[in-house]
């Protein structure tokens, strides 16, 4: 039987929640998002069901992590069909706050999360601020809900990463978790920004995860030229009507250029295609 959903707006009332399933010394998980719901953040809840006693969803969309040009105010907002798909879940709480209650005194004066050697790199490269203000809204909603494990998708691999970092490097006291991509059949990873995409972008879409699976297997069957594979699957995209950010093989541990014997590796590109900017990621294991 699914259990009902509270939704709740302000910060007290949400420790106030918090702090009766303490007392219990019941298990919390937390599920952050940023809205426009789909069966990628289901399976993170459904995860997140599995690892506790109670799962709290947030809301957010968060303005730290936007630029200038970037589509802050466009970002699909869903509420009502986000409430309807979280209450045939088992999520008890769902935290949707107001910009105000997030940074109180503006987003100018507020203290900033910086992951040196992460945020800058790849997507951070393109984005600049973007991981920032990820990383600090992140810690500020798991300070909020104090959370015993925290689940995030491994889609946006180089976000997972940052936040990781940042947990351990901050001594918070929770274990993040990541979550397998969530694809659609023709292997497209789910995202809310799919819905920029125009039937005919639709169509090439899957390309990037094609291009990002023969690089995974040309890695895995010991090709270790690695400009050359980046440059042939950069080419492969823009052929396919993409625009390439980067397409990229890097270390699984640390996002950095492989070494000479590394072996948990992880292709990463991000490819716009009209409005639609997608990010994605296979891991790759060498003998």
């Not at 105010?73 to 009502?80: G, L, N, V």
């Not at 709480?93 to 005194?105: K, M, S, T």
């Not at 901050?170 to 039937?199: F, W």
């Not at 397409?247 to 492989?258: E, G, K, Y």
Request: proline letters at 6%; charged letters at 25%; a neutral charge.
């Amino acid at each position: 039987m699914a259990k009902s959903l509270e939704v709740v707006a302000r910060p007290h009332e949400l420790r106030e929640r918090v702090a009766q399933w303490r007392r219990k010394g019941e298990r919390i998980a937390f599920v952050p998002t940023m809205g426009n719901l789909h069966a990628g953040h289901g399976s993170l809840v459904s995860r997140a069901t599995e690892l506790a006693d109670h799962v709290i969803v947030s809301i957010f969309v968060n303005p730290l992590q936007f630029g200038p040009n970037e589509d802050f105010a466009a970002y699909p907002r869903t509420p009502a069909d986000d409430r309807q798909l979280l209450s045939l879940l088992d999520a008890e709480v769902l935290f949707a706050p107001e910009v105000d209650d997030i940074y109180p005194r503006g987003q100018e004066t507020t203290a900033r999360v910086h992951v040196p050697g992460l945020e800058d790199i790849l997507c951070g490269a393109f984005r600049p601020g973007h991981f920032m203000g990820v990383a600090t809204v992140v810690t500020k909603l798991l300070n909020l809900v104090q959370p015993d494990v925290a689940l995030f998708g491994e889609k946006d691999f180089q976000q997972l990463m940052i936040i990781r970092r940042a947990a351990i490097d901050l001594c918070m006291p929770v274990e993040i978790v990541g979550v397998q991509t969530t694809r659609e059949p023709d292997g497209l990873a789910m995202s809310s920004r799919n819905r920029y995409l125009k039937p005919e972008q639709r169509a090439v879409a899957p390309q990037i995860f094609a291009a990002l699976q023969r690089t995974r297997l040309a890695l895995e069957s010991g090709s270790s030229d690695y400009a050359a594979l980046e440059k042939a699957g950069t080419e492969s995209l823009q052929k396919a009507g993409f625009r390439p950010d980067y397409f990229a093989v890097r270390d699984a541990n640390t996002l950095q250029l492989p070494e000479v014997g590394s072996k948990d590796l992880v292709v990463v590109t991000a490819a716009r295609i009209g409005r639609a900017r997608l990010i994605d990621n296979v891991r790759a294991q060498r003998a």
